[in-house]
């Protein structure tokens, strides 16, 4: 099955530097990549995708880019904020009836 | 538009019991997803289903756990005879649509066993 890796499992970062949460995945016949926010005590929240058709989305201060031949996927956070501080979680999935499996979680920490 | 809605919040259970964990997917989606997390860790993929059917039960300890999403309410986990390792957070997701179509979570059901 698919077996999706996250690094770094922690990240501290100064208010306003940018932060970068990379993720490889095994199977090369995935074709969707969320990336969900979890505060402290909440559900995950999806806050950007990409499917496999496209290198790199973006959205305000949020960028994901794909390398397909490389079966790699970051999450690129631009001038962060203390409210950026929270897991975010990658995930892969091969579309159809199959399940969406997720990396072990980043806890970014943003520090004012 | 409501969002996917898990009952009951929080929990409690004694060594024994019978815990349910209940989850209505958003309007329109008929795919729905559990999860466990224990704290500090991430997310462990239980059971898909769509209505009147198990997908994929590949995350489902084999003894004590099982899952329906009958025609009609809400997908339900139980949990028999609950063990103190059983206390986590579950979560549900639903989908429109089929593996790569976006899931939306519910608030999750905290289950703390006694």
């Known amino acids: 099955g698919e077996n999706v890796e996250q690094h770094p499992s922690t990240l501290s970062v100064q208010e306003g530097d940018s932060a970068v949460i990379k993720c490889t995945y095994s199977d090369s016949a995935s074709n969707y990549f969320p990336w969900y926010k979890q505060e402290l005590g909440k559900r995950p929240q999806l806050i950007i995708d990409i499917r496999s058709n496209v290198g790199e989305k973006k959205d305000q201060r949020i960028a994901v880019t794909l390398n397909k031949t490389a079966k790699h996927f970051s999450l690129h956070i631009t001038e962060t904020q203390p409210e950026d501080s929270a897991v975010y979680f990658c995930?892969?999935?091969?579309?159809?009836?199959?399940?969406?499996?997720f990396g072990t979680g980043t806890k970014l920490q943003v520090i004012p | 538009n409501a969002g996917v809605m898990q009952n009951p919040r929080h929990l409690v259970r004694r060594r024994g019991q019978e815990a349910r964990l209940r989850c209505s997917p958003m309007?329109?989606?008929?795919?729905v997803y559990w999860y466990r997390q224990l704290p500090e860790e991430g997310l462990k993929f239980m059971v898909y289903l769509q209505k009147e059917n198990i997908i994929d039960e590949s995350g489902m300890p084999k003894e004590r756990f099982s899952a329906e999403f009958p025609k009609e309410g809400p997908s339900i986990l139980r949990i028999q005879q609950v063990v103190r390792g059983d206390s986590a957070a579950y979560f549900c997701?639903?989908?429109?649509?089929?593996?790569?179509?976006?899931?939306?979570f519910g608030p999750g059901t905290r289950l703390t066993v006694l």
């Open positions: 995930a892969a999935s091969k579309g159809g009836y199959q399940k969406v499996t």
């Open positions: 309007k329109g989606h008929s795919h």
């Open positions: 997701a639903s989908s429109h649509g089929q593996g790569s179509d976006t899931q939306y």
